[in-house]
């Protein structure tokens, strides 16, 4: 993702899309989740009522939390890349470990160091693992095969 993806949008509409997209992420894996948690909570012949009422009381609550969460980072991210002026992975673990730490902010400074640090090599391990899946299934670059030199015909 950092290295070097030039197909994003610029910094001010990525942490929009970004915001949208974690939030979109977080309401339907949190519909799945809570839709099954409500169902198997439910007594026999309403179960799909109280899925359906988890899924409305708790959904939407859970794809805010990624959204701020996903805001938050990408924010962090472009200021990271604007003072660094660099595209590398350390700009995302950069930007994790403050994530963190702000969400964290006001269980007091501790939690919000051990949350960051958390955070800081959650991203690390994410990172990690692109620049290895990247260089594992790079396509190796063709070298180019010079023609044989002609033998010159010998002159008698």
């Given at each position: ?8 949008d ?34 026999r ?13 708790r ?11 996903g ?36 269980a ?9 640090v ?21 396509q ?17």
């Open positions: 993702m950092s290295h070097g993806d030039h197909s994003r610029p910094c001010p509409y990525v942490i929009l899309t970004d915001f949208g997209g974690a939030f979109s992420m977080g309401a339907i894996g949190g519909g799945i989740w809570h839709g099954i948690k409500g169902a198997r909570n439910s007594p012949g309403e179960r799909l009522v109280g899925s359906l009422s988890a899924i409305k009381a959904a939407p609550v859970l794809g805010g939390n990624f959204g701020v969460w805001g938050l980072f990408s924010s962090y991210d472009c200021a990271v890349k604007g003072y660094r002026q660099k595209e590398d992975p350390w700009n995302a673990i950069i930007a994790g470990f403050l994530t963190g730490g702000s969400l964290a902010i006001r007091g400074p501790r939690s919000a160091f051990g949350s960051a958390g955070c800081g090599i959650l991203l690390g391990v994410f990172e990690g693992v692109g620049v290895l899946m990247n260089r594992m299934f790079a190796p670059i063709p070298q180019m095969q010079l023609p044989e030199q002609a033998a010159a015909p010998a002159v008698s």
